[in-house]
């Protein structure tokens, strides 16, 4: 077909049918109503989101990749992390796939802690793992983004793919706009983290599209407990931990065994 004559069939870029389709979000302007019932999707998603986490305490978020087996070094890491977190009071939360979020999840609960899944629903995505006391599951990736950094006190982030690379990146940029405080992001695995350190300061600070200090935003440690402390530290005496609220009946709020709220 002419490319003129495709344009006078479909008469509007973007418009299709009103069934959502996947990426059809993303592919330029629809119907009004259409996009409205859209909007209305996304609201309904940040509504669920933050009335399922409004009550579940002080959190830390660890990122990494769902491809790791549960035998992998990185994944014993992410476990003994997710362990340490717990002990001192922090609910733990992952995207709450396999990989390295099930390995953080499952040591918060080994040690009796909160767990906390943020799941993203796609066509092949893989069920939550079996270690989450909680789950929010999400069609959309910024909401669930801002899920997960929206009630966490710091982020831990062990090697990963695409996936977790925006995800740290979305956060430092928060923190470096001064859109989020400053808290700690910190990258367990150095082997794995200090190429990306050396281009930050080597590449990106030398050709002055970061400043000299951004690269300080970012803790590389292979030891949960070091990671555990600078988190903590920062949490109590910068930041303070903001109080529990009180679940209101009317509202249909309940708490839960471990202080949080369903």
Request: charged share 20%; glycine share 12%.
């Amino acid at each position: 077909m002419d490319p003129a004559d495709y344009l006078r069939h479909v008469s509007y870029w973007g418009q299709g049918s009103s069934q959502a389709a996947p990426g059809e979000f993303l592919a330029g302007p629809r119907s009004r109503l259409t996009e409205a019932r859209e909007l209305l999707r996304i609201a309904s998603e940040f509504l669920r989101g933050f009335r399922r986490l409004h009550f579940v305490g002080p959190c830390v978020t660890v990122f990494g990749s769902a491809r790791f087996s549960q035998e992998h070094p990185y994944c014993l890491l992410a476990e003994a992390v997710g362990a340490e977190l717990a002990r001192v009071g922090f609910a733990v939360m992952t995207g709450g796939g396999p990989g390295i979020m099930e390995a953080a999840n499952r040591g918060a609960r080994r040690v009796g802690g909160l767990s906390l899944g943020a799941t993203i629903r796609l066509p092949r995505e893989e069920a939550p793992n079996p270690y989450l006391d909680h789950v929010v599951d999400f069609d959309y990736f910024f909401v669930r983004k801002v899920v997960l950094v929206k009630y966490s006190y710091g982020f831990v982030v062990l090697p990963g793919g695409f996936g977790t690379l925006d995800e740290v990146f979305n956060t430092v940029t928060l923190i470096q706009t001064l859109k989020l405080a400053d808290f700690p992001i910190v990258l367990m695995g150095s082997d794995y983290w200090a190429p990306l350190q050396a281009y930050l300061r080597e590449t990106m600070v030398r050709a002055g599209t970061i400043s000299p200090q951004d690269p300080d935003l970012l803790t590389i440690t292979d030891e949960p407990g070091e990671a555990v402390r600078l988190i903590a530290s920062k949490a109590v005496k910068s930041h303070g931990l903001r109080w529990r609220p009180r679940a209101l009946r009317v509202l249909g709020e309940r708490e839960t065994a471990q202080g949080g709220a369903g």
